[in-house]
């Protein structure tokens, strides 16, 4: 059964920065993409980054130039690293792995104050 450990959530001030991380284990597969979705208060589950195992990303829209996904294969870790933070960041955000199957985190709070 896949794990995945997030770790790295909190809170910050609006400008500040915060890198989160999330370790996935217990697949006879390989992990193939891997990334990052968050979800705001009373809003649907976005995605926010992706990184397939063949290299190549992708962001959306507002997180551009702020946002770096990067993975660690030996490791089978992902990490966001997130910068020049906004409120309208805030939110709880889930590390995904795709397998044999997609697989979500428990989620990690980050809350960016005004």
């Known amino acids: 059964q896949v794990q995945l450990v997030e770790s790295g959530g909190g809170l910050v001030q609006a400008g500040g920065s915060l890198r989160l991380s999330c370790a996935a284990s217990g697949s006879s597969f390989s992990f193939y993409a891997m990334g990052w979705g968050r979800q705001a208060p009373g809003k649907q589950r976005e995605w926010v980054a992706r990184?397939?195992?063949?290299?190549?990303?992708w962001y959306t829209g507002s997180v551009k130039g702020r946002f770096t996904i990067s993975r660690d294969n030996a490791k089978n870790t992902v990490y966001l690293q997130m910068n020049s933070l906004k409120p309208e960041d805030t939110g709880v955000y889930y590390c995904n792995v795709v397998a044999d199957a997609s697989y979500w985190g428990q989620g990690t709070q980050v809350t960016v104050s005004s």
């Open positions: 990184i397939p195992s063949g290299g190549g990303t």
